[in-house]
């Protein structure tokens, strides 16, 4: 419990004045700050004055005060950034006019495009595909030759102009599995048994006692018209090969199961309104020469 006592009172132990205040028999001595602290703070105070006055500081409606040099550290980035992009033109030039085989077909605008689509991969991409393109789950490996809209130059550069499920995007690559689950298409035992039908087709180990027979008619029924009877998809509905073993999210049972039970809907943006039309050329080539290019 604090309490006041006279203000100019002495402290006996130390010979300092107290400051009246006392916190259950503490009392607050009223001990001055050192004079070097007390200096450095002042020209602290002092300094800020200063560079408010010099340098750009205070925010304004529409900016900020420009300060007496004018200078900005933001000033000098977007010149570096303008002479990074003329410097670009001068080197893409040729890109603008060539066509993707002709780029893929020409060693010194190769060059070029994959120097320009690295960076704007690793700008753009990388944060879901990997640095390496090597995916995760629900995002696709680039790496390898399994695709759902196809690997070819055209379709890589289709599906990075316009993305997947982009909405207002009449071009965007669009696929819309049932859920089978959910909308109450299936049972859950009947999904069961597709699932393992599934892993029969990719070549897995089905669990014991699956009824594959049942997995295939339901199958054939259901998932035949797009993933086809064998199971090996559709590139013009975006129908994954089921039969590789390759799945975006997974081809263990409860991975199927989930998929089979809610569908998926990954979605990718439309780079084509976001990036020129140079650089999506150049990460179409870049994504094209990953590996799974076909």
């Known amino acids: 419990m604090a309490e006041n006592h006279d203000k100019h009172e002495v402290d006996a132990h130390t010979g300092v004045s107290t400051t009246g205040h006392e916190w259950d028999g503490i009392r607050e001595l009223n001990t001055p700050l050192p ?11 002092v300094w800020s004055v200063g ?3 010099v340098y750009p500081a205070w925010p304004l409606i529409n900016g900020a005060t420009q300060g007496v040099i004018g200078y900005a550290s933001r000033i000098e980035i977007a010149k570096d950034l303008a002479l990074l ?19 893929k077909a020409d060693p010194s605008l190769f060059r070029i495009a994959m120097a320009q689509g690295k960076a704007a991969f690793g700008d753009n991409c990388a944060a879901c595909h990997g640095v390496g393109g090597a995916g995760s789950k629900g995002y696709p490996n680039l790496n390898d030759d399994d695709w759902l809209w196809g690997g070819t130059l055209d379709q890589i550069h289709l599906t990075l102009q316009h993305g997947i499920r982009v909405a207002g995007n009449n071009d965007t690559r669009i696929s819309q599995m049932p859920a089978f689950g959910k909308d109450g298409l299936l049972k859950p035992a009947e999904i069961r048994a597709v699932a393992n039908h ?5 070549g897995l180990p089905t669990e014991a006692g699956a009824d594959l027979a049942k997995g295939r008619e339901l199958f054939a029924t259901n998932c035949a018209a797009c993933h086809g009877d064998a199971g090996k998809g559709n590139l013009d509905l975006g129908a994954p090969n089921l039969s590789d073993a ?6 263990d049972l409860a991975s199927l199961t989930e998929t089979i039970t809610n569908s998926r809907a990954g ?11 140079t650089t999506v050329k150049a990460l179409t080539i870049y994504v094209h ?4 290019g076909q």
């Open 198 to 202: 599934v892993r029969e087709l990719a």
């Open 289 to 292: 020469s990953l590996g799974g």
């Open 85 to 103: 992009q003329k410097h670009r033109a001068t080197q893409s030039s040729g890109l603008a006019e060539a066509s993707l085989e002709q780029i």
């Open 267 to 277: 979605v990718m943006p439309a780079w084509g309104p976001r990036l020129d039309p």
């Open 35 to 45: 004079r070097w602290w007390l200096g450095i703070f002042y020209a602290t105070i």
């Open 246 to 251: 390759i799945s975006l999210y997974g081809m």
């Open 51 to 53: 560079y408010w006055i």
